[in-house]
């Protein structure tokens, strides 16, 4: 099992920043992908942003330029800087892990609040 505590979420105006954090625990051995999901009202979990452990990343389309993911390997924890935040980013974001030991096995964190004010 793999433990995910998020932290970083809150009230920012618009054109603000936030960083989100995610720090994993337990069974991090063979954690190959990390990313962050996010879920408006109405709306299904749609991918944010994710970053492999050699580093690739990939983005959505409403958030290239604007957010950044990185990961420190060293302490197992995932990083979502948000600048330029637009109402329409108000979600809940999820911290998401996958780990490879034999077959994939995917791990969601508890989920953090961002709303942007115009």
């Known amino acids: 099992q793999v433990q995910l505590v998020e932290s970083g979420g809150g009230l920012v105006q618009a054109g603000g920043s936030l960083r989100l954090s995610c720090a994993a625990s337990?069974?991090?051995?063979?954690?190959?992908?990390m990313g962050w999901y996010r879920q408006a009202p109405g709306n299904q979990r749609e991918l944010v942003a994710a970053?492999?452990?050699?580093?690739?990343?990939n983005y959505a389309d409403s958030v290239k330029g604007r957010f950044t993911i990185s990961r420190d390997n060293a302490r197992n924890t995932v990083y979502l800087q948000m600048n330029s935040l637009k109402p329409e980013d108000t979600a809940v974001y999820y911290c998401?892990?996958?780990?490879?030991?034999?077959?994939?096995?995917?791990?969601w964190g508890q989920g953090t609040q961002v709303t942007v004010s115009l």
């Open positions: 970053i492999t452990s050699g580093g690739s990343t």
């Open positions: 998401n892990v996958g780990r490879f030991a034999g077959s994939w096995y995917f791990y």
């Open positions: 337990g069974s991090i051995f063979s954690i190959n992908r």
